[in-house]
């Protein structure tokens, strides 16, 4: 299919319609060249006839001679003539009877002055031409067919060959940039041999090169980052677990040191767990392998775990499945991206309630919170973009009581990172994140995975 965006395409097509301009023009001056020709001959055998037919009939109101030639002095001249005649030849289309009938043909005319007399000289074209009363004006008529014929034969051809070259030369031109294109899409090592290029495919080859190198070594830097920084925490963090379990097995006795002891160890833990799923997200999807994952255990535990956030707010949570869902994907990357849309929905819901929904293709996080406002919808997956306002509560004089502003939003703990982290999960196992405004308030975020 013939596609405008196509560069290969727009090489032909422009080289094309310069052809057809081309052949425009050619077309113009000829038939430009051709007209005056036939102006002047015919301008010149009508004066040499009326010159003629003066001398042999002396001075009459219409002179007429063959073929088809016909002079009038203007004052006997027919009015629709007199009305458009000026001294330059002009034609004018008529259809005259034949012996076969009606035929169309032209009829040249124009104003002479002659001494104090004017004269309107016509000439009507005919398909029979006597070559003894003006020769040249019947080559003309009949070398005037073969240059037409010869002219619609070289504009076809002329644009046959267009075509033709255009479609070579399209070739030739796009074939270095799908070089590049190959380059790019395999290895450094082909894309090397089109930076020496001196041509503007060159110039591409060698930016793009040098971009390869700068993002090339940012990747490295992150993932020597991100490697440096876990192996740097596992240590820590596993001599906190190991001294938070033992203190937990001294106050065994003390209920309330105990519980304080069992925190530590489940923060490391889950500290731990954090770090391994960013090093995760640090490797190539296509590196991962991915296990089938029960997605009912991961949303339970998580929902457990932040169910804190729901102390002292009439909140209810509930999550909905109709059996048990799994898919193939690290646990620890599904359990960033899950906990990180509960906690949201946690934090941003004072009322209501906070629903999860598991089926066969998504899952669905939506509560009856504060919602998004519009102006935030296109930072919504934005870093360090967060949506706060301060709260704006007032006092009902007839109630005595405090009501809050319906407009009003709370600040809350964070650093706006958690969408973009699950936009970042998301894309990197080829799954899909969206967003919906409830009617009655609140959102509704949906994985869509496979």
Not at 78 to 92: G, Y
Not at 385 to 399: A, K, V
Request: charged share 25%; aromatic share 8%.
């Amino acid at each position: 299919m013939f596609s405008i965006d196509s560069i290969a395409n727009k090489f032909r097509l422009s080289y094309f319609v310069f052809a057809l301009l081309l052949c425009a023009a050619f077309v113009s001056i000829f038939v430009y060249a051709e007209t005056r020709m036939e102006q002047e001959l015919v301008k010149a055998r009508l004066l040499q006839q009326l010159e003629l037919s003066q001398e042999k009939d002396g001075e009459q109101p219409v002179y007429t001679a063959d073929p088809g030639i016909k002079i009038y002095r203007y004052d006997n001249a027919p009015q629709s003539l007199k009305s458009i005649a000026t001294d330059k030849v002009q034609e004018k289309s008529v259809k005259i009877e034949t012996a076969t009938g009606k035929t169309s043909t032209n009829l040249h005319f124009f104003v002479y002055q002659q001494h104090k007399q004017r004269y309107l000289l016509t000439y009507l074209e005919d398909t029979e031409m006597v070559m003894g009363n003006y020769p040249v004006l019947a080559i003309f008529e009949h070398l005037e067919d073969i240059f037409a014929n010869a002219l619609r034969v070289a504009v076809i051809l002329s644009l046959l060959i267009a075509i033709i070259f255009s479609q070579l030369s399209s070739r030739q031109i796009t074939k270095p940039l799908l070089d590049l294109k190959k380059a790019v899409e395999t290895d450094h090592q082909n894309l090397t041999e089109l930076t020496h290029l001196p041509s503007e495919v060159g110039v591409l080859a060698r930016a793009i090169d040098e971009k390869n190198k700068n993002l090339e070594r940012y990747l490295k830097r992150e993932q020597l980052f991100t490697g440096d920084v876990s192996h740097e925490l596992r240590t820590p963090l596993t001599i906190i677990m190991g001294a938070s379990e033992v203190l937990a097995s001294q106050l065994e006795g003390d209920r309330y040191l105990s519980e304080f002891a069992n925190r530590i160890s489940h923060t490391a833990k889950e500290t731990s767990e954090i770090i391994s799923a960013l090093l995760l997200l640090s490797r190539a999807p296509e590196k991962l392998d991915a296990p089938q994952t029960s997605i009912n255990t991961i949303v339970i535990n998580e929902v457990a775990r932040l169910k804190y956030l729901l102390r002292h707010k009439t909140v209810t949570c509930t999550v909905v499945a109709k059996q048990e869902y799994y898919a193939n994907v690290r646990p620890e990357l599904l359990k960033m991206a899950l906990g990180n849309l509960i906690k949201n929905a946690f934090q941003y819901t004072d009322e209501g309630e906070v629903k999860i929904t598991i089926n066969e293709k998504r899952i669905t996080v939506s509560d009856t919170g504060l919602g998004i406002s519009e102006e935030m919808m296109p930072l919504l997956y934005e870093r360090f973009e967060r949506f706060e306002r301060l709260n704006d509560s007032h006092i009902d004089e007839q109630n005595d009581s405090v009501v809050p502003n319906p407009n009003a939003i709370y600040k809350v703990e964070g650093t706006g990172l958690g969408l973009s982290i699950v936009q970042r999960i998301m894309t990197h196992m080829g799954w899909q994140l969206t967003h919906e405004a409830n009617t009655s308030g609140g959102s509704t975020f949906i994985i869509h995975y496979n």
